[in-house]
Protein backbone atom coordinates (compact mmCIF):
# COMPACT_ATOMS: atom_id res chain seq x y z
CA UNK A 1 0.00 0.00 0.00
CA UNK A 2 1.84 3.29 -1.11
CA UNK A 3 1.52 6.11 1.17
CA UNK A 4 2.74 10.06 1.35
CA UNK A 5 2.77 11.51 4.87
CA UNK A 6 3.30 15.00 4.87
CA UNK A 7 3.55 17.01 8.64
CA UNK A 8 5.56 20.21 9.55
CA UNK A 9 2.85 22.39 8.71
CA UNK A 10 1.93 25.09 11.34
CA UNK A 11 0.86 28.81 11.95
CA UNK A 12 3.89 30.63 11.91
CA UNK A 13 4.36 34.65 11.44
CA UNK A 14 5.67 36.03 8.46
CA UNK A 15 9.25 36.02 8.17
CA UNK A 16 9.25 32.76 9.65
CA UNK A 17 10.44 29.51 8.85
CA UNK A 18 9.04 25.99 8.84
CA UNK A 19 10.08 22.47 7.53
CA UNK A 20 7.78 20.21 5.74
CA UNK A 21 8.60 16.66 5.75
CA UNK A 22 6.76 13.87 3.18
CA UNK A 23 7.40 10.00 4.40
CA UNK A 24 6.44 7.52 1.78
CA UNK A 25 6.05 3.97 2.09
CA UNK A 26 5.47 1.31 -0.52
CA UNK A 27 7.39 2.82 -3.11
CA UNK A 28 10.75 2.53 -4.60
CA UNK A 29 11.50 6.04 -3.28
CA UNK A 30 14.82 6.11 -4.36
CA UNK A 31 13.76 5.85 -8.24
CA UNK A 32 10.75 8.88 -7.85
CA UNK A 33 11.00 12.76 -8.46
CA UNK A 34 10.06 14.04 -6.03
CA UNK A 35 7.80 17.02 -6.01
CA UNK A 36 5.89 19.95 -3.75
CA UNK A 37 2.84 21.36 -4.38
CA UNK A 38 0.69 24.07 -2.33
CA UNK A 39 -3.08 25.17 -2.84
CA UNK A 40 -4.45 28.58 -1.77
CA UNK A 41 -8.52 28.75 -0.73
CA UNK A 42 -9.68 29.20 -4.05
CA UNK A 43 -6.53 29.05 -6.37
CA UNK A 44 -5.68 25.84 -8.81
CA UNK A 45 -2.58 23.49 -7.13
CA UNK A 46 0.63 24.62 -8.28
CA UNK A 47 3.93 23.13 -8.41
CA UNK A 48 6.25 24.67 -5.67
CA UNK A 49 9.53 22.49 -6.07
CA UNK A 50 11.05 19.17 -7.07
CA UNK A 51 14.44 16.86 -7.12
CA UNK A 52 14.87 14.21 -9.09
CA UNK A 53 16.08 10.84 -8.16
CA UNK A 54 19.54 12.40 -8.78
CA UNK A 55 19.19 15.04 -7.07
CA UNK A 56 18.87 17.67 -9.34
CA UNK A 57 16.45 20.27 -8.09
CA UNK A 58 13.93 22.89 -9.50
CA UNK A 59 11.52 25.81 -8.35
CA UNK A 60 9.01 27.92 -9.22
CA UNK A 61 9.67 31.32 -8.97
CA UNK A 62 7.87 32.51 -5.79
CA UNK A 63 9.79 29.94 -3.85
CA UNK A 64 13.80 30.43 -5.46
CA UNK A 65 15.93 31.90 -2.54
CA UNK A 66 13.48 31.20 -0.02
CA UNK A 67 12.37 27.58 0.17
CA UNK A 68 14.99 24.28 0.04
CA UNK A 69 14.04 20.82 -1.40
CA UNK A 70 15.85 17.97 -0.33
CA UNK A 71 15.75 14.08 -0.14
CA UNK A 72 16.87 11.48 2.37
CA UNK A 73 16.83 8.41 0.46
CA UNK A 74 17.65 6.29 3.28
CA UNK A 75 14.74 7.64 5.11
CA UNK A 76 12.39 7.45 1.95
CA UNK A 77 11.21 11.33 3.05
CA UNK A 78 11.64 14.55 1.12
CA UNK A 79 12.18 17.87 2.99
CA UNK A 80 10.53 21.21 1.87
CA UNK A 81 12.50 23.91 4.33
CA UNK A 82 11.02 27.18 3.99
CA UNK A 83 11.87 30.75 5.21
CA UNK A 84 11.21 34.30 4.88
CA UNK A 85 6.94 33.36 4.86
CA UNK A 86 4.46 35.20 3.14
CA UNK A 87 0.86 35.65 4.15
CA UNK A 88 0.70 34.47 0.39
CA UNK A 89 2.34 31.48 1.04
CA UNK A 90 -0.49 30.09 3.00
CA UNK A 91 -2.01 27.60 1.34
CA UNK A 92 -2.14 22.91 1.74
CA UNK A 93 1.10 21.84 1.13
CA UNK A 94 0.69 18.59 -0.92
CA UNK A 95 4.28 16.23 -1.99
CA UNK A 96 3.82 14.24 -4.97
CA UNK A 97 6.18 10.81 -5.88
CA UNK A 98 6.09 10.76 -9.88
CA UNK A 99 7.30 7.63 -11.67
CA UNK A 100 6.51 9.20 -15.17
CA UNK A 101 3.72 6.24 -15.97
CA UNK A 102 1.92 6.53 -12.20
CA UNK A 103 2.39 9.23 -9.50
CA UNK A 104 1.07 9.50 -5.92
CA UNK A 105 0.02 12.35 -3.38
CA UNK A 106 -0.18 12.72 -0.09
CA UNK A 107 -3.15 14.24 2.12
CA UNK A 108 -1.54 17.46 2.79
CA UNK A 109 -0.48 19.59 6.00
CA UNK A 110 -1.56 23.23 6.18
CA UNK A 111 0.83 26.07 6.47
CA UNK A 112 -0.63 29.17 7.55
CA UNK A 113 1.17 32.92 7.39
CA UNK A 114 0.09 35.30 9.30
CA UNK A 115 0.99 38.88 8.52
Known amino acids: QVQLVESGGNLVQAGGSLRLSCEAS????????MRWFRQAPGKQRELVADITRDGTTNYATAAKGRFTISRDNGKNTVYLQMKSLEPEDTAVYYC?????????WGQGTQVTVSS
Open 96 to 104: NADFGVQDY
Open 26 to 33: GIIFRVAT
